[in-house]
């Protein structure tokens, strides 16, 4: 990671679920966060203009602006750095924050060849948005999380408690902002 990027400990994850909540939610994280900007359900200009207006927001609160997508589409919407699958984290990045999603040791793995800058690993806890499903558990992350040559971001049922809980500096969350 570039020393002009310091990774934040706290990180919003954008989605359709908290789409209304957002400005609030940035607006009430510690000065020097971070902004994880998906919204897969927006397309084109749509999502263009909701990805701007949040960036302004969070810039003037101190945070990073991380996009979901590809090393190009950061650049060219001037994001402070880009989220994805560690397959698709690729040497052509540089002043970029990679973080790579992972899931499993395999994507652990993945994103170590990749030299991904973070990893945001999930489920840790069950989570609102996939009921029922299965989730890593505070041992099965932390046994996971020792695999990883980069920092390793808490994602999944997380909030400011659970991070407490679970005694990790690093954590995200989609709702429990």
Known sequence: MEQRHRLPAIWLVT????????EQALRRLPRGSGLIFRHYHLHGAARRARFEALARLARARGHLVVLAGTVVEA??????????????LHPGRAGLLAIATAHSLREIGQANRS???????SPVFPTRSHPGAPSLGATRFRLLARHARMPVV???GMSKRRARALAWENWAAIDGI
């Open 154 to 156: 808490a994602l999944g």
């Open 115 to 121: 030299h991904a800058d973070a990893i945001l690993l």
């Open 75 to 88: 650049r060219r919407w001037g994001a402070d750095g880009f989220y994805a699958s560690p397959r698709k």
């Open 15 to 22: 989605d359709a679920r908290n789409d209304a909540r957002l």
